[in-house]
């Protein structure tokens, strides 16, 4: 499964191509790449009503289902990621993807 073409634009920052999804778990926004990636760690569905549907690929499910497709969440490739608050001294969390608002 891939995107619909229709439904792809352009990050605003990087201009790279992704998709607008809401997460399943609180429906917030969150810009997935276009590009299926077997590295993703999220997995992208298109809902009945057209609107794209994300989720995190968890240890406790882990299966990537008819209809859905693993992706890249886009903050953890975008090539200009907004600005951090704290400018030294953080580490970065790799403890999955944290459901940040994008927008503004
Ligand atoms: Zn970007």
């Given amino acids: 499964m891939k995107p619909p073409p229709h439904r792809i634009t352009a990050c605003r920052r990087c201009h790279a191509p992704i998709v607008w999804c809401l997460t399943s778990a ?29 989720r995190t690929v968890t240890a406790a499910r ?27 001294g953080g580490q970065r969390s790799t403890s999955g993807v944290r459901p940040v608002p994008w927008q503004r």
Avoid at 40 to 51: C, E, F, K, M, Q
């Fill in 26 to 54: 609180n429906g917030r926004r969150q810009p997935v790449d276009a590009e299926p990636s077997e590295e993703g760690n999220v997995a992208v569905s298109s809902g009945a009503d057209g609107i794209l549907y994300v």
């Fill in 62 to 88: 882990p299966d990537i289902k008819p209809g859905e497709w693993q992706a890249m969440p886009h903050h953890a490739t975008c090539a200009f990621p907004p600005p951090r608050r704290s400018s030294s």
